[in-house]
């Protein structure tokens, strides 16, 4: 298990964003047999996450830069991107503390200034 966290926290936000964009697809497919949520979703009519709110002139939707779906203000907040400059920064590193999991922490060339005062 411990394995599994120090992996999958050396992951990149780059690779996060993929793996998640293969996960939105096959949640659509999930969806097909829900007909009428699929076309909606595939609409962009409802958010891609709570599939309840529906969009129109007083709810905005917005494009999840995690998937690239649509999806409601409540939703957009459950998920936030760094600037593209920690796109390829490991997510360990991104943490304001220390890994605690025996995860090794990286060299600190690798990382921006700001964010080694952490390590």
């Given at each position: 298990?411990?394995?599994?966290?120090?992996?999958?926290?050396?992951?990149?936000?780059?690779?996060?964003?993929?793996i998640?964009?293969?996960?939105?697809?096959?949640?659509?497919?999930?969806?097909?047999?829900?007909?009428?949520?699929?076309?909606?979703?595939?609409?962009?009519?409802?958010?891609?996450?709570?599939?309840?709110?529906?969009?129109?002139?007083?709810?905005?939707?917005?494009?999840?830069?995690?998937?690239?779906?649509?999806?409601?203000?409540?939703?957009?907040?459950?998920?936030?991107?760094?600037?593209?400059?920690?796109?390829?920064?490991?997510?360990?590193?991104?943490?304001?503390?220390?890994?605690s999991?025996?995860?090794?922490?990286?060299?600190?060339?690798?990382?921006?200034?700001?964010?080694?005062?952490?390590?």
């Amino acid at each position: 298990m411990s394995s599994y966290v120090d992996d999958s926290l050396s992951l990149t936000i780059q690779e996060v964003m993929h793996i998640r964009q293969v996960l939105a697809k096959a949640e659509m497919d999930n969806l097909l047999l829900n007909k009428r949520l699929y076309d909606e979703v595939k609409s962009e009519k409802v958010c891609f996450i709570c599939k309840t709110n529906r969009f129109n002139l007083f709810r905005k939707a917005f494009r999840c830069n995690l998937c690239g779906k649509l999806v409601c203000k409540s939703c957009s907040r459950l998920v936030s991107i760094p600037d593209q400059e920690f796109l390829t920064v490991p997510i360990m590193s991104l943490s304001p503390a220390p890994a605690s999991f025996g995860a090794k922490q990286p060299s600190d060339s690798n990382l921006p200034r700001w964010l080694t005062f952490f390590n």
